[in-house]
Antibody, heavy 125, light 111 residues
Framework: QVQLQQWGAGLLKPSETLSLTCAVYGGSFSGGSLNDYYWSWIRQSPGKGLEWIGEINHSGSTNYNPSLKSRVTMSVDTSNNQFSLALSSVTAADTAVYYC??????????????WGQGTTVSVSS | QSVLTQPPSASGTPGQRVTISCSGSSSNIGSNYVYWYQQLPGTAPKLLIYRSNQRPSGVPDRFSGSKSGTSASLAISGLRSEDEAEYYCSAWDDSLSGPWVFGGGTKVTVL
């Protein structure tokens, strides 16, 4: 049973950098010879819907949300089966619950089928 | 303002069939698969439908998805109290809005 465990600072001041890490337990990080896994970050502002932030695979190939691209950096640590999110110059608008998630890709995407527990991040001076 | 448009709410009595719509455009639903997620209060979303109409293992067959043109739908048949949740559609978007876009969510209430 694959599980994602995420952590990171929960309280930030404006202009600081948000940093979150998600560890993969009980399953493959890279996929296999026939399929790949993409590791995503999604956020949900208080009382709002879901917003996709970006995704990365085990080799470091990334896709980012164009509206956040200038502030987002995602990275992988394959030796520890972890991936990370950095979001720079945060403002109150970045206050949200942040989730990590897994998505298999083999000819097509299979949907985000495993999710982390969520990390609440608040930005306040 | 979400790229995909969903009604904010839907409701039904136990046993009824409820349908949630998701409207997009040619750059997302019109040319790519649709995914549906269920989010219970205070929990992470759960994948219900992938590839527009496929259910992951463990998802009851009461949940079904369909797509036509630039719109998609999620149907819940035999509505149960535990189905009361927020439902989100999602799709890959080939335009500058993408890659992955979500609908604003639909709150399903079981009366």
């Amino acid at each position: 049973q694959v599980q994602l465990q995420q952590w990171g600072a929960g309280l930030l001041k404006p202009s600081e950098t948000l940093s979150l890490t998600c560890a993969v337990y009980g399953g493959s990080f890279s996929g296999g010879s026939l399929n790949d896994y993409y590791w995503s970050w999604i956020r949900q502002s208080p009382g709002k819907g879901l917003e996709w932030i970006g995704e990365i695979n085990h080799s470091g190939s990334t896709n980012y949300n164009p509206s956040l691209k200038s502030r987002v950096t995602m990275s992988v640590d394959t030796s520890n089966n972890q991936f990370s999110l950095a979001l720079s110059s945060v403002t109150a608008a970045d206050t949200a619950v942040y989730y990590c998630a897994r998505q298999k890709f083999y000819s097509f995407y299979y949907g985000m089928d495993v999710w982390g527990q969520g990390t609440t991040v608040s930005v306040s001076s | 303002q979400s790229v995909l448009t969903q009604p904010p709410s839907a409701s039904g009595t136990p046993g009824q069939r409820v349908t949630i719509s998701c409207s997009g455009s040619s750059s997302n639903i019109g040319s790519n698969y649709v995914y549906w997620y269920q989010q219970l209060p205070g929990t992470a979303p759960k994948l219900l439908i992938y590839r527009s109409n496929q259910r992951p293992s463990g998802v009851p067959d009461r949940f079904s998805g369909s797509k036509s043109g630039t719109s998609a739908s999620l149907a819940i048949s035999g509505l149960r109290s535990e189905d009361e949740a927020e439902y989100y559609c999602s799709a890959w978007d080939d335009s500058l809005s993408g890659p992955w876009v979500f609908g604003g969510g639909t709150k399903v209430t079981v009366l």
